[in-house]
């Protein structure tokens, strides 16, 4: 069904609260990707992972960490959580890592840590 | 790093006008993607062109990766085209998003 699918799409935490964000593709991509979106800024790129345990920072990757342990899942993770890490953030997947694969996106899932 | 400057910053249209989407970045790249993001929404690859003039439907995407620019033309705007496209030159293991061009389609 071609479908990159991210839970939860809202959610509001409180400073230094854990923050899980899950990332599911139905299309056995090797690639998948975590973004942030910032007014002004653009997407900023966080961690790429080229597959399972194969994981890469990014430009931004300061205060996240991530998980691949199935190569359908990839998960973002905010230990004690900051308030400048209030944003939109994206996965993304694409069958290889090369140059010219179509990147599919998620919905976003919308973070507001107070 | 790739630098990304994307022109105009928005773009107000009637129905049935043409737009010019303009994309400048820094630094080679061996692609330009274009990706249509909808009004608080995902984004949906549109174009993916290394050189030269690439068409689909409605959207023709001239690159020339030389001078490191691309545009995206959209023929006949509808409002549902309403919505921000942003560029992406690819440089092999990563894209660098620009902040886009807000583009509004009245009817």
């Known amino acids: 069904d071609m479908k990159v699918t991210q839970m939860p799409r809202y959610l509001i935490k409180r400073m230094g609260e854990n923050v899980l964000l899950e990332c599911g593709q139905d299309m056995s991509h090797e690639t998948m990707y975590w973004y942030r979106q910032d007014p002004g800024l653009g997407l900023q790129l966080i961690y790429i992972?080229?597959?399972?345990?194969?994981?890469s920072e990014g430009d931004i990757p300061k205060g996240y960490r991530v998980s691949r342990k199935k190569r359908e899942h990839f998960s973002l993770i905010l230990d004690s959580a900051k308030t400048n890490q209030t944003s939109v953030y994206f996965c993304?997947?694409?069958?290889?890592?090369?140059?010219?694969?179509?990147?599919?996106f998620g919905e976003g899932s919308r973070l507001i840590v107070v | 790093g790739q630098q990304v400057q994307q022109s105009p910053a928005s773009l107000v249209l009637q129905e049935g006008e043409n737009a010019e989407l303009q994309c400048n970045f820094s630094s080679t790249a061996t692609q330009l993607q274009w990706f249509y993001q909808s009004p608080g929404g995902s984004l949906v690859s549109l174009l993916s062109n290394p050189s030269g003039t690439k068409h689909t439907g409605r959207l023709t995407s001239t690159t020339v990766t030389k001078e490191r620019r691309s545009s995206l033309h959209i023929s006949s705007s509808q409002t549902t085209d309403s919505g921000t496209y942003l560029c992406?030159?690819?440089?092999?293991?990563?894209?660098?998003f620009g902040t886009g061009t807000s583009l509004l389609v009245d009817p």
């Open positions: 992406a030159p690819d440089m092999g293991y990563k894209l660098t």
């Open positions: 993304a997947s694409s069958l290889y890592k090369n140059s010219g694969n179509t990147l599919y």
């Open positions: 992972s080229y597959d399972v345990d194969s994981n």
